[in-house]
């Protein structure tokens, strides 16, 4: 990677507007959506559980302890409900400023490294790629843990780049408290992956002194057992073993050695994903992986690589896979990308690279507005095979946003310009990524927010109005608790309850006395009638 490029000391008008680009893609349109069930839907309801039985030790899901994940997000979620509403914005609220700490920490540090053009294409490829833009928008888990892994290479990175002598400790000690903070959002694998990159890193550059100073910091310790420790040994003592099985054994080692809920796939699963996740800049890899035995010889290259693909790897030989998985590692992607979009020599491969990652912005720009239509026809054709969302896709089209075609056809004649006009691929790429996102969080996701969970909402909106008890049956939808505003356990109804229910299911199981309140695209609220 290229190290020569100083470090400006002041801050600009491209610095200003990338923040603004960061802000855009990560805040607007926050609430637009519905929560998506399953996971925004169950973080969201064990908050709102949280909140209504003054219990912030522990949390559960429509009144049975949840073990998922340990208590950092469910505590930030429960501030921000506190004191704006419960609201998809407030749920949401905590995710969207991590992510945006996210970008600007690696924005400040490509810059510091690599220069300024580098680290404002470091930030905005960050936060304009299709994966950070699903979870930094996201009311779960994943914006925190990804925040808090990253910030811990980096300051990782910033020891091993001093030591100790050099000044490097208070990073060292810094980055104890972000694996600290990851313990509390998501468990063992906080610790892992530092740990395991700086060994690495370590092993490969003749460094052993560096990591033996740093495994042995009783400073270091000493935060991460104070920050980590008391939640734990509270949460161990009021569930005991039941924590032990369902966090620790359940939800991190089975999670790891087997598939889980169905999510299950190849050795090669994120192989294939990661680019997908990183669009529309994932147009540059040919060009970095050509890079990787120039970058492997620097310091920071290959302290990158070797980040990058200890995740990938490790991940790949993971039982259950989880498409998110693959953002632990891809910081340091999102930085060589930059760095390989900022270089002012492009060889052939590089003007390849480039010219794909044009050809990928546009296409976002012009096949997003289809989206709608090519869902409708697929429901139509019976080409969804599960009933449930054919059903619900068959509102695909009458959910899309009228001036959706209009804004993306002004976007793509805006950019198509500034490519024209200065035919410089910085300024064409930076747009027109911006551009995409704003298109996808600002139509895209709303759209398939009302399209597959504006039924369930209706329907909690419905039966918030009712003075019926209420169960889930025949489905989980943890986000109908949320807009219900009460606990709505799974489970058969009995005579006089309502229940929340598929039109499918239902129509496979006799219920001769049950009457139907409310109905919308598959989605059915019924009452069983006393007999």
Same mark, same amino acid.
């Given at each position: 990677?290229?190290?020569?490029?100083?470090?400006?000391?002041?801050?600009?008008?491209?610095?200003?507007?990338?923040?603004?680009?960061?802000?855009?893609?990560?805040?607007?349109?926050?609430?637009?959506?519905?929560?998506?069930?399953?996971?925004?839907?169950?973080?969201?309801?064990?908050?709102?559980?949280?909140?209504?039985?003054?219990?912030?030790?522990?949390?559960?899901?429509?009144?049975?302890?949840?073990?998922?994940?340990?208590?950092?997000?469910?505590?930030?979620?429960?501030?921000?409900?506190?004191?704006?509403?419960?609201?998809?914005?407030?749920?949401?609220?905590?995710?969207?400023?991590?992510?945006?700490?996210?970008?600007?920490?690696?924005?400040?540090?490509?810059?510091?490294?690599?220069?300024?053009?580098?680290?404002?294409?470091?930030?905005?490829?960050?936060?304009?790629?299709?994966?950070?833009?699903?979870?930094?928008?996201?009311?779960?888990?994943?914006?925190?843990?990804?925040t808090?892994?990253?910030?811990?290479?980096?300051?990782?990175w910033?020891?091993?780049?001093?030591?100790?002598?050099?000044?490097?400790?208070?990073?060292?000690?810094?980055?104890?408290?972000?694996?600290?903070?990851?313990?509390?959002?998501?468990?063992?694998?906080?610790?892992?992956?530092?740990?395991?990159?700086?060994?690495?890193?370590?092993?490969?550059?003749g460094?052993?002194?560096k990591?033996?100073?740093?495994?042995?910091?009783?400073?270091?310790?000493?935060?991460?057992?104070?920050?980590?420790?008391?939640?734990?040994?509270?949460?161990?003592?009021?569930?005991?073993?039941?924590?032990?099985?369902?966090?620790?054994?359940?939800?991190?080692?089975?999670?790891?050695?087997?598939?889980?809920?169905?999510?299950?796939?190849?050795?090669?699963?994120?192989?294939?994903?990661?680019?997908?996740?990183?669009?529309?800049?994932?147009?540059?890899?040919?060009?970095?992986l050509?890079?990787?035995?120039?970058?492997?010889?620097?310091?920071?290259?290959?302290?990158?690589?070797?980040?990058?693909?200890?995740?990938?790897?490790?991940?790949?030989?993971?039982?259950?896979?989880?498409?998110?998985?693959?953002?632990?590692?891809?910081?340091?992607?999102?930085?060589?990308?930059?760095?390989?979009a900022?270089?002012?020599?492009?060889?052939?491969?590089?003007?390849?690279?480039?010219?794909?990652?044009?050809?990928?912005?546009?296409?976002?720009?012009?096949?997003?507005?289809?989206?709608p239509?090519?869902?409708?026809s697929?429901?139509?054709?019976?080409?969804?095979?599960?009933?449930?969302?054919?059903?619900?896709?068959?509102? #695909? %089209? /009458?959910?899309?946003?009228? @001036?959706?075609?209009? +804004?993306?056809?002004?976007a &793509?004649?805006? !950019? $198509?310009?500034?490519?024209?006009?200065?035919?410089?691929?910085?300024? #064409? %790429? /930076?747009?027109?990524?911006? @551009?995409?996102?704003? +298109?996808?969080?600002?139509? &895209?996701?709303? !759209? $398939?927010?009302?399209?597959?969970?504006?039924?369930?909402?209706?329907? #909690?909106?419905?039966?918030?109005?009712?003075?019926?008890?209420?169960?889930?049956?025949?489905?989980?939808?943890?986000?109908?608790?949320?807009?219900?505003?009460?606990e709505?356990?799974?489970a058969?109804?009995?005579?006089?309850?309502?229940?929340?229910?598929?039109?499918?299911?239902?129509?496979?199981?006799?219920?001769?006395?049950?009457?139907?309140?409310?109905?919308?695209?598959?989605?059915?609220?019924?009452?069983?009638?006393?007999?």
């Amino acid at each position: 990677m290229n190290l020569a490029n100083p470090t400006p000391r002041r801050l600009g008008w491209a610095d200003a507007l990338f923040a603004l680009a960061v802000v855009a893609a990560l805040f607007l349109r926050l609430g637009g959506a519905p929560l998506f069930d399953v996971d925004e839907g169950a973080f969201s309801e064990a908050t709102r559980e949280m909140i209504a039985h003054h219990d912030w030790g522990f949390t559960t899901l429509n009144g049975v302890p949840r073990f998922d994940k340990p208590i950092l997000v469910y505590w930030l979620q429960a501030v921000s409900v506190s004191a704006l509403g419960v609201s998809e914005v407030a749920f949401r609220l905590p995710s969207a400023l991590c992510a945006a700490v996210w970008a600007f920490s690696v924005w400040g540090f490509a810059r510091a490294r690599l220069g300024a053009r580098a680290g404002r294409m470091a930030g905005l490829v960050l936060a304009t790629s299709l994966g950070v833009l699903a979870i930094g928008r996201s009311a779960t888990a994943d914006s925190l843990l990804n925040t808090l892994m990253c910030l811990s290479m980096l300051d990782l990175w910033r020891y091993l780049e001093r030591g100790a002598e050099g000044g490097g400790l208070p990073a060292l000690r810094r980055t104890y408290v972000w694996v600290a903070l990851g313990i509390l959002t998501k468990g063992p694998v906080a610790v892992l992956i530092p740990g395991s990159v700086g060994a690495l890193y370590c092993l490969s550059s003749g460094q052993w002194p560096k990591l033996r100073r740093a495994a042995l910091d009783l400073p270091g310790w000493a935060l991460l057992i104070a920050i980590a420790a008391p939640w734990y040994a509270y949460a161990l003592h009021r569930h005991g073993m039941d924590f032990v099985n369902g966090f620790l054994l359940k939800h991190n080692v089975s999670r790891y050695t087997s598939s889980l809920e169905g999510h299950k796939g190849s050795p090669f699963y994120y192989f294939v994903l990661g680019p997908v996740l990183w669009l529309p800049w994932s147009g540059l890899l040919p060009a970095l992986l050509a890079r990787v035995r120039t970058h492997w010889a620097q310091p920071l290259g290959r302290f990158l690589w070797i980040w990058a693909v200890f995740v990938l790897a490790f991940f790949s030989l993971s039982g259950t896979k989880l498409p998110h998985y693959v953002l632990y590692g891809s910081s340091p992607v999102f930085i060589g990308l930059a760095s390989v979009a900022a270089d002012r020599y492009a060889g052939t491969l590089l003007r390849i690279s480039r010219g794909l990652v044009l050809l990928l912005i546009a296409a976002l720009l012009l096949s997003l507005p289809w989206a709608p239509q090519l869902m409708q026809s697929l429901a139509q054709g019976g080409r969804i095979a599960d009933p449930f969302y054919r059903e619900l896709a068959l509102g #695909a %089209a /009458a959910a899309a946003p009228q @001036l959706w075609p209009i +804004l993306a056809g002004l976007a &793509f004649v805006v !950019w $198509l310009m500034v490519l024209l006009r200065w035919r410089q691929f910085m300024p #064409a %790429a /930076a747009l027109g990524g911006a @551009l995409s996102a704003l +298109l996808v969080v600002g139509c &895209f996701t709303p !759209w $398939l927010g009302e399209v597959l969970q504006g039924p369930i909402k209706h329907a #909690a909106e419905f039966a918030r109005t009712r003075p019926e008890p209420a169960v889930q049956w025949l489905l989980h939808q943890p986000s109908f608790s949320v807009y219900r505003e009460a606990e709505t356990p799974l489970a058969d109804p009995m005579p006089g309850q309502l229940a929340l229910t598929r039109a499918d299911r239902l129509a496979r199981k006799s219920c001769p006395d049950c009457t139907t309140l409310f109905s919308e695209r598959g989605v059915l609220l019924v009452k069983r009638e006393a007999p």
